[in-house]
C-alpha cells in the first residue's frame, strides 16, 4: 500500500487511486469506509489506518508486513516506521528426508 494521508480520511467514502493505492487497497478502503466517523482524534485516525493496511497484508499476499505512517498536519509531516511489525515465526524444525526417498525422473 501506498502512504495514506491521515488528513484524507476525512473524505473515506470518497477514497479512490488519488488517495492510495496498491494491490491490497481495496481491502483497506473497506475498512476506512465502514469504520471513519467524523472528528476522529488523531490517535483514532492513526489506528483506523493501521487497522486498514493489516487488512490489506492479511487478505493480500503481496501487501508486505509491516505499518509505516506518514501523519500529514499543517506543521509538516511526521514519518511513524514499523507503527506494527509483523513478527514472522522461525521453523519449528528442519526437515531431513533420507536419499532416495523421492524419485528422480
Known amino acids: 500500500l501506498s502512504p495514506v494521508c491521515l488528513g484524507s ?3 473515506a467514502a ?3 487511486a488519488e488517495y492510495m493505492g496498491g494491490s491490497g487497497s481495496l481491502c483497506a478502503m473497506a475498512v476506512f469506509e465502514s469504520e471513519y466517523k467524523e472528528d476522529m482524534s488523531k490517535e ?3 489506528d483506523l489506518v493501521q487497522k486498514g493496511i493489516l487488512s490489506g ?3 493480500d499476499m503481496g501487501s508486505g508486513s509491516n505499518v509505516d505512517l506518514v501523519v500529514i498536519t499543517k506543521d509538516g509531516a511526521e514519518v511513524i516506521r514499523s507503527r506494527f511489525k509483523t ?3 522461525a521453523k519449528a524444525k528442519e526437515i531431513k528426508f ?3 526417498t523421492t524419485p528422480v525422473f
Open 9 to 11: 480520511l476525512r473524505r
Open 14 to 16: 470518497n477514497i479512490n
Open 44 to 46: 483514532e485516525a492513526m
Open 57 to 59: 497484508i492479511t487478505n
Open 87 to 89: 513478527i514472522i515465526p
Open 98 to 100: 533420507p536419499v532416495g
